[in-house]
C-alpha cells in the first residue's frame, strides 16, 4: 500500500517567518509533487520533481522553493512566510513509467498570521 | 494547454439518489482521466482512472466513461450513501510531462439523510 506522509497535519506561523513542510513517500516513485488548495480555486501545483535533486517550476512557484535530497524526501520551502499562503498544501508521488496515478499524502493546513 | 472543467457550485442530494458530476476536457494527444475523492480533513484519493477512449472506470458504485468524441468524463453513482459525502475532483494526465496532472476545480457533494 503506498503511503505518503507529511510532516505535519496542522501549523501555526507569523509574518516572516522560515517554514518548511516535509513530505515523504515509501513507493520509491520518481516523481514528487507539491500543491496548494485553496476554496474555489482548486488544487495548484507549486513545483515538482522527478528526481535526486531535480526540480521543476509549477503553475505558482513564487514565494517558495524545495529541495529534494534524497529520492524518498521533499521538502516544500517557504522562505518567508505571507499571509496570502495560509493555505491546505498537499504532496503526492508518482512513478514515471507505467501508472500515472499520484498518491496524495493528508495534507498540511498551515496558518500563517 | 491541458485543461479540465467541472460543474459549478455544490451538490446536495438525499440518500439513495443518482449523482452525476460532469466533466468536459481540454487535451492534445490521449491523456488519462482520473476521479478523485477528498473526504473532510484528508488528503485526495484515487477513486477510479480509464486510460483510453472507451474505457470505464469503476470503485465503490461509481463509474464513469472515457468519451473522445464528446471529450467528457462524467461521473456517475446510481444510489448515493452519507458516507459520499466529499469533494469530487476530475483530472487529466499529460503524460509527457512526467504526469503532472491538470486539476478540475472540485466539486463538493453533500448527501442528505
Known amino acids: 500500500d503506498v503511503k505518503v506522509t507529511q510532516s505535519s497535519r496542522y501549523l501555526v506561523k507569523r509574518t516572516g517567518e522560515k517554514v518548511f513542510l516535509e513530505c515523504v513517500q515509501d513507493?520509491?516513485?520518481?516523481?514528487m509533487f507539491w500543491y496548494r488548495q485553496d476554496p474555489g480555486l482548486g488544487l495548484r501545483l507549486i513545483y515538482f520533481?522527478?528526481?535526486?535533486?531535480?526540480?521543476e517550476k509549477g503553475d505558482i512557484p513564487e514565494g517558495y522553493s524545495v529541495s529534494r535530497e534524497k529520492k524518498e524526501r521533499f521538502s516544500l520551502i517557504l522562505e518567508s512566510a505571507s499571509t496570502n499562503q495560509t493555505s491546505m498544501y498537499l504532496c503526492?508521488?508518482?512513478?514515471?513509467?507505467?501508472?500515472?496515478?499520484?498518491?496524495f499524502g493528508p495534507g498540511t493546513r498551515l496558518l500563517v498570521l | 494547454g491541458n485543461s479540465v472543467t467541472q460543474m459549478e457550485g455544490p451538490v446536495t442530494l438525499s440518500e439513495e439518489a443518482f449523482l452525476t458530476i460532469n466533466c468536459t476536457y481540454t487535451?492534445?494527444?490521449?491523456?488519462?482521466l482520473f476521479w478523485y475523492v477528498q473526504y473532510p480533513g484528508e488528503g485526495l484519493q484515487l477513486l477510479l482512472k480509464?486510460?483510453?477512449?472507451?474505457d470505464k472506470g469503476s470503485n465503490k458504485g461509481f463509474e464513469a466513461t472515457y468519451r473522445k468524441e464528446t471529450t467528457s468524463f462524467h461521473l456517475e453513482k446510481g444510489s448515493v450513501q452519507v458516507s459520499d459525502s466529499a469533494v469530487y475532483f476530475c483530472?487529466?494526465?499529460?503524460?509527457?510531462?512526467?504526469?503532472?496532472?491538470?486539476f478540475g476545480k472540485g466539486n463538493q457533494v453533500v448527501v442528505i439523510p
Open positions: 503526492a508521488s508518482s512513478l514515471t513509467a507505467g501508472d500515472e496515478t499520484q498518491y
Open positions: 513507493m520509491d516513485h520518481e516523481n
Open positions: 520533481s522527478y528526481d535526486v535533486k531535480m526540480k
Open positions: 487535451a492534445t494527444g490521449y491523456p488519462s
Open positions: 480509464a486510460t483510453k477512449a472507451d
Open positions: 483530472a487529466l494526465s499529460d503524460r509527457g510531462g512526467n504526469n503532472r496532472l491538470a
